[in-house]
Nanobody, 115 residues
Framework: QVQLVESGGGLVQSGGSLRLSCVASGSIFSVKTMYWYRQPPGKQRERVATITSLGSTNYADSVKGRFTISRDNRKNTVYLEMNSLKPEDTAIYYC?????????WGQGTQVTVSS
């Protein structure tokens, strides 16, 4: 059973920064691609960033140049460094892993950016 636990969200002013963390258990973390998604109020969940087992990354256009995804395989943790935050970044942020064909999600962490 895969478990994902996010942390690091909070309230920040526009232009500020936050670092989200997601600790994974129940799978061989080092070989798994990890994802960060977000769900703004009243909108659908969208993929924000991806990091493969080899460290290749990919970002949504809306966050390119502002967000950085990274991982520490020794700690089974994936991070999302968010800089130059905008009010439109306000959302619940989730980490995600696909294991044996099934999607696993954490409980989410709220990020609120005030203008």
């Amino acid at each position: 059973q895969v478990q994902l636990v996010e942390s690091g969200g909070g309230l920040v002013q526009s232009g500020g920064s936050l670092r989200l963390s997601c600790v994974a258990s129940g799978s061989i973390f080092s070989v798994k691609t990890m994802y960060w998604y977000r769900q703004p109020p009243g909108k659908q969940r969208e993929r924000v960033a991806t990091i493969t087992s080899l460290g290749s990354t990919n970002y949504a256009d809306s966050v390119k140049g502002r967000f950085t995804i990274s991982r520490d395989n020794r700690k089974n943790t994936v991070y999302l460094e968010m800089n130059s935050l905008k009010p439109e970044d306000t959302a619940i942020y989730y980490c995600n892993q696909v294991f044996n064909g099934r999607n696993y999600w954490g409980q989410g962490t709220q990020v609120t950016v005030s203008s």
